[in-house]
C-alpha cells in the first residue's frame, strides 16, 4: 500500500531538499545585525571602557573660526610679477579656538606664507587649485599642531595680480 501512496506523488514533493545554505546565511544575517546593534548601542548595553575612551565627544557642527591678517605673497611663476592677496580663516572642529594655535600664530602664518610662495598661478587658478590650496592649509595647520584640529579653510578674500 505504501508503494501505491508513494508512486502516485509527484517526484518534486518527495525530493528531499538541502536547507544547509539558507540556514548558514541566515545564521550569518542575525549575527551581523547583532554586532551591529552592540557596536551602536542600540540595546542601551553600551560598549566596553576601553573603547568608550577612543570614541572622540561629539563635535560641535559649527566649530570657532579665526581670521587671519591678509597675507600677501609672490607667486613661483617664472617672469616673478604675479602676487597673490589672499584671507584665511580656519575652522576648528572645537567651539573655541584652541589654546594651541594662539600659541602657534607666528609658526602658522610662515607655513602659509612659504605654501602660497611655492605655488604657481595655474596651481591656484581653478576651483579644483583652490580646493588643493584649502586641504595643503589644513593639512600642514594639524602637522604644526601635532592634532586633529582644524577642519576647514575658508578663503575670505583671494586675489591674484
Not at 573660526?65 to 576648528?92: C, H, S, W
Not at 589644513?138 to 578674500?157: M, P, S
Request: hydrophobic share 50%; net charge positive.
Amino acid at each position: 500500500m505504501v508503494e501505491a501512496l508513494t508512486q502516485d506523488v509527484p517526484a518534486v514533493l518527495t525530493r528531499k531538499r538541502n536547507g544547509w545554505p539558507v540556514l548558514v546565511a541566515t545564521a550569518g544575517v542575525v549575527l551581523a545585525c547583532g554586532a551591529a546593534a552592540w557596536r551602536l548601542d542600540v540595546l542601551g548595553y553600551g560598549m566596553p571602557a576601553d573603547v568608550v575612551d577612543e570614541v572622540p565627544a561629539k563635535r560641535p557642527e559649527v566649530g570657532a573660526l579665526l581670521a587671519l591678517d591678509p597675507f600677501i605673497a609672490n607667486l613661483a611663476d617664472d617672469d616673478g610679477k604675479r602676487y597673490l592677496k589672499a584671507t584665511v580663516q580656519l575652522e576648528f572642529f572645537a567651539g573655541r579656538v584652541p589654546d594651541a594655535m594662539n600659541a602657534r600664530l607666528p609658526q602658522m602664518r610662515d607655513l602659509l606664507l612659504t605654501l602660497f610662495t611655492s605655488k604657481r598661478f595655474a596651481d591656484i587658478r581653478t576651483i579644483e587649485g583652490k580646493a588643493r590650496l584649502r586641504d595643503e592649509i589644513i593639512n600642514r595647520a594639524n602637522r604644526a599642531l601635532r592634532r586633529d584640529l582644524v577642519k576647514a579653510v575658508y578663503f575670505t578674500e583671494f586675489i591674484v595680480e
